[in-house]
């Protein structure tokens, strides 16, 4: 899936916005949340 495969080769860029924009520590958005998104797409396009 195109869209998953780009959250995981942008990680990095997504996970400094995640924590700029709601103050979430950068190695929580780096173990957790971004690495769960492209999961949530391909799990769900399924």
Do not use: Q, Y
Request: aromatic share 8%.
């Amino acid at each position: 899936m195109h869209l998953a495969d780009e959250i995981e080769a942008h990680s990095e860029e997504l996970v400094i916005a995640e924590s700029r924009d709601n103050g979430k520590p950068e190695w929580l958005a780096r173990t957790v949340d971004i690495p769960r998104a492209p999961e949530n797409f391909r799990f769900f396009a399924t």
